[in-house]
Structure formats: C-alpha cells, structure tokens
C-alpha cells in the first residue's frame, strides 16, 4: 500500500509552532495549492491543504517560511478523530510532512523574495509513528 502526497503551494499564513508537553515541536500551516484547470468562469481554483511539520522541521518552518512562502512538500495523508467537549465526533484530514523544501528565500526578517524560485533548502527527519 502507498500513502504519499507531494504538494506545491503558498502559505496562507505563517506556520503556529507549538510544543507538546514532553517538549516536542509541531508547527501547522495551511497550503495553498492551485487547480491545474480553470472553472466555468476562467477562474484558476485552490485547494487550501493543512500541513503538520514535526521536530526541527517543525522549527525550521517557523523561523524560515511565513504567510506567502512557496514550498514544496512530501508526506502523507492522515485522517484522525477527536471528541469535542459536547460529545460531538470531528474528522481531521490533514498532510503530516516528511520533508519541506522551501523554494523562496527571505529578503528580510518580514518580506519573502519571489525572484528567487529555485532556491532550495530542504530539512528531512523521520517522524516516530
């Protein structure tokens, strides 16, 4: 069986980096990533994906990529439950990434430099599932 999802896309906002209680870092961002048809009306469509990033990775993402960045990202697709606190049951689908590469360098602690595609950085790390 084969669970692997590779996506291209923008951050629609900068990555939350938060830790569990046993230190680990987990940073979520949402992707955006362009239909490759047009709708009816000529219009370019998106899907808006959520990405999980664990570990260094995880803070890596934060340091380094926000809200319009153009990443690349490898990893699997996961569907979870959780109860809410009045009993109601949510279905989460979310991609867990294996690898981020980021296809933009920063100009500057707050601008991202789109004349920049192509430059690559990529952090890998196995995730302990």
Do not use: H
């Not at 830790?19 to 940073?27: D, E, I, K, L």
């Not at 809200?67 to 979310?94: F, H, M, N, P």
């Amino acid at each position: 069986m084969l669970n692997r999802a590779i996506l291209i896309g923008r951050l629609t906002k900068d990555p939350e980096l938060r830790y569990t209680p046993n230190g680990v870092a987990v940073a979520s961002f949402t992707l955006a990533v362009n239909r490759p048809w047009l709708n009816q009306q000529g219009e370019r469509e998106a899907d808006f994906l959520p990405i999980v990033v664990w570990r260094k990775q995880a803070e890596s993402c934060a340091n380094y990529i926000g809200k319009g960045s153009l990443v690349a990202v490898e990893g699997r697709i996961q569907v979870r439950t959780y109860d809410t606190k009045d009993g109601q049951r949510r279905w989460v689908t979310e991609v867990v990434a294996d690898s981020v590469r980021f296809l933009e360098r920063r100009e500057s602690s707050n601008t991202q430099g789109i004349d920049s595609v192509g430059s690559e950085v990529e952090i890998t790390e196995d995730i302990p599932f």
